[in-house]
């Protein structure tokens, strides 16, 4: 993992608790800006206590969790604790104005939350403009110590995450695409914990991942890049796949992963190849005409005794228009469904939604050639409130939200079609009212109105079940005939395919309210979002407590 010395940062201590049977465990999280002298350019980036890519989160199941998060940069911060279902602790999910608001200069806000009963893998990142770029980290939640894992025991856990690098600073990026209605610039190289490795226009030697000869290691994979689904390959190496998204899945054996934004994924990787050097490679995923950063990124799997000037052991990932390669990994994905671990998804369902996902055009007086690109769910390109929504929920303040989303599109067309209809989207900050502990069917579907793209959807608060995905528009006749009603995976953030659909069931049992959006930061930038509101059930227990007292105002 690359660390950088701090331009400018308040001291402070950073504690990494021990592994033992703890109630709470305590972290300073504090937001600085560092000089980037040793990467492909030489810029300043924001980070979390001077690292990038940020500290580990590490504590148990049900554990208590306390993050203060001091502010010390320019920019207006919040965290998002990235599949953590915040059980009744919605104040801290993290994404702006939604459950609240930004944490501004000078500031400062305690997070606390139970990671009830849960563990594995999963991101901590900043949830407000692009500053996600570099404000991400890990977080590893170990099972409770009764609790072995359900596959064999690593000799070794490591921890790889993946992510985007700009040369220009990503906050302008971003604003320049938002004034002009044009899509941003994309990145320049791939990161590796942190490190390019040797790309054009870059010198960094790139991340090293040491291992012994006939040693199992779990590797924590996760995902922290902006706008990028990628592919993931060890030359030579098998990966046993044991869990996404902190939820334990059937084991299955593969030479490539297939990981989208927001998503971790842990694997079992044995050292059985003959002692050198290995290339490891990242690369990006596109089935359609949308520009994506198509540089590899690479980084070397070395065993251990191996010469210095060891020629590394070449790969190839899969074509950036690999579409099968995607779907022939999503469909070995299972839920372990065992009596320890069951798959609790729905049967009986209350709410029947149909989302069309997409992006369209609006018009835009300052923009070039007077339009702009937008996103929008079922036609509707969400607008961000003045204050966050739980907040107004909470107290019942009028006029910041309404609670009419359509559960169905307002116009019935061929979605994934040659469309010739207008393609100005209605704007609104809108939101779908579940009551407590109902049962959601939420059918996302692709379209084709500017450009038919995949799309890693992720929803806050809660886990779903992906009981199907398929090409072409959605029959609700004959798709749910071929649903996995038996070992569906279990995730947060799943993908929607290109020209295609995924059905996803949850259960809403968790009060407040909760962001679901595309994990393309560029198509949450342009609109492509909503909320849930979940009600309160029967008393204290399934209701949502007050914010509390040093939540930050807007």
């Given at each position: ?5 701090a331009?400018?940062?308040l001291s ?6 021990a592994?033992v049977?703890s ?15 040793k990467?492909?350019s030489s ?19 049900d ?6 998060v001091?502010?010390?940069v320019?920019y207006n911060?919040t965290i998002?604790w ?8 919605g104040w ?7 459950t609240?608001c930004p ?11 139970t990671?009830t ?8 990142h900043?949830h407000?403009s ?10 590893v ?8 894992y359900?596959?064999q ?12 690098w ?9 604003d320049?695409a ?21 790309v054009p226009?870059?010198?960094?030697p790139?991340?090293?991942l040491h ?6 290691y ?27 998204d902190a ?12 990981i989208?934004?927001?998503?971790t994924t ?17 690369s ?9 950063d ?11 005794k ?11 990932t899969?074509a950036i ?6 779907s022939i ?20 369902i209350?709410h029947y939604l ?12 300052r923009?070039?050639?007077?339009m702009k ?5 079922n036609?509707?390109?969400f607008?961000m409130p ?10 019942n ?5 309404t ?7 307002p ?16 704007n609104?900050?809108?939101?779908y ?5 109902s049962?959601v069917?939420?059918?996302l579907q ?10 890693p959807f ?10 199907g995905r ?5 029959d ?13 995976v279990e ?6 395919p290109?020209?295609g659909?995924t059905?996803?069931r949850?259960?809403?049992?968790n009060?407040?309210v ?7 930061e ?17 008393g ?6 007050p914010?509390p007292?040093d939540?930050?105002?807007?």
């Open positions: 993992m690359k660390h950088f010395s331009r400018t940062m402070l201590i950073f504690l990494f608790p592994f049977e109630a709470v465990r305590h972290y300073n999280f504090t937001v600085v800006t560092v000089n980037t002298t990467l492909c810029k300043s980036i924001v980070t979390i206590n001077g690292k990038f890519p940020g500290p580990t989160l590490y504590a148990r199941e554990d208590n969790v306390n993050i203060r001091i502010n010390n320019q911060v998002h990235h599949g953590v279902k915040q059980v009744r602790t801290a999910d993290g994404p702006a104005y939604i609240q944490i501004q200069p000078g500031q400062s806000y305690l997070y606390n939350f990671l009963a849960q563990r594995g893998t999963l991101l901590w900043a407000v692009w500053l996600r770029t570099t404000l991400h980290g890990a977080i939640i170990l099972p409770k110590k009764t609790l072995p359900p596959f025991k690593p000799h070794k856990e490591k921890i790889i995450i993946l992510g985007e700009w040369k220009a600073d990503t906050e302008a990026v971003i320049q938002m004034q002009t209605g044009l899509p941003p610039n994309i990145s320049d190289s791939h990161t590796i914990n942190g490190h390019t490795g040797p226009g870059c010198t960094s790139g991340h090293t291992v012994e000869h006939g040693k199992t779990l590797i924590r994979l996760v995902n922290a890049a902006v706008n990028d689904e990628l592919f993931f390959k060890i030359a030579t190496h098998n990966l046993t796949i044991v869990e996404v939820s334990y899945t059937k084991p299955f054996t593969t030479d490539t992963i297939f989208g934004p927001g998503q842990n694997f079992l990787l044995t050292a059985d190849q003959i002692a050198g050097k290995y290339l490891i490679a990242i990006p995923f596109m089935d359609t005409v949308v520009p994506v198509n540089v590899t990124g690479i980084a070397f799997l070395r065993y251990k191996t010469a210095a000037f060891s020629p590394a052991v070449l790969t190839a899969p228009n690999a579409t099968s390669a995607t990994y999503m469909d070995k994905l299972r839920s372990l469904n065992s009596k320890t671990y069951p798959a609790n998804f729905p049967l009986i209350d149909y989302f069309t996902i997409g992006v369209g055009i609006d018009s835009c007086d923009c070039v050639n007077g690109l937008v996103g929008a769910i036609n509707v390109s607008v003045s204050m966050n929504l739980l907040q107004a929920h909470y107290y303040i009028s006029g910041i939200f609670d009419d989303f359509p559960e169905n599109p116009e019935k067309f061929n979605y994934t079609g040659n469309y010739t209809g207008g393609m100005a989207t209605s609104g900050t809108r939101v009212r579940l009551g407590f502990n049962t069917q939420l059918v692709g379209t084709g109105i500017i450009a038919p793209e995949s799309h992720h929803l806050h608060g809660f886990n779903f079940f992906g009981v398929g090409i072409g528009n959605y609700a006749i004959n798709d749910p005939k071929k649903f996995n009603l038996i070992d569906p995730r947060n953030t799943y993908s929607v290109t020209g659909w059905a996803i949850f259960r809403a049992d009060p407040g909760w962001f679901l959006h595309c994990h393309l560029v198509h949450t930038s342009w609109g492509l979002k909503m909320a849930f509101v979940v009600d309160n059930g029967k204290p227990n399934e209701s949502l407590p914010p007292q939540f930050p105002k807007c």
